[in-house]
């Protein structure tokens, strides 16, 4: 059987603040606008990762969803979310169960992010 390849992912999330959610993405992350579909907003993550934003009535942010930015750079993101303006959730720290170090904000949304750099020589960084 041959197997269909996926040539890149989006991950759609509601806001009532398209605007002010996407000035968080594109000034605090530095993510680029890719598609401005009016009422849905895509943000390129990274090559073949998306993130959209597409305006609704109703949103469920809550803690049962985590958008993680894998970087090495963990504490001057943290640093240039502070002057920012971002509340940081948890300071950037080290996590030896899942071998990571990272740290917690919220967009304007409510949506749970994190920053945080894999130190297990498993995790393949994309590759593969």
Not at 77 to 83: A, M
Not at 89 to 105: M, N, R
């Amino acid at each position: 059987m041959m197997q269909t390849k996926i040539d890149s992912q989006i991950v759609f999330l509601g806001t009532r603040k398209l605007g002010e959610t996407g000035e968080f993405y594109e000034r605090n992350l530095g993510l680029r606008l890719a598609v401005d579909q009016g009422m849905c907003r895509i943000y390129e993550v990274t090559r073949g990762a998306f993130l959209g934003f597409c305006a609704r009535d109703r949103v469920s942010a809550g803690n049962d969803v985590i958008i993680s930015f894998v970087t090495d750079d963990v504490d001057g993101l943290c640093e240039r979310l502070k002057l920012s303006g971002v509340k940081i959730e948890q300071e950037p720290a080290y996590h030896s169960e899942f071998k990571i170090y990272h740290c917690f904000f919220r967009d304007p949304n409510g949506y749970r992010l994190e920053a945080q750099r894999f130190d297990d020589p498993v995790w393949m960084h994309g590759k593969g």
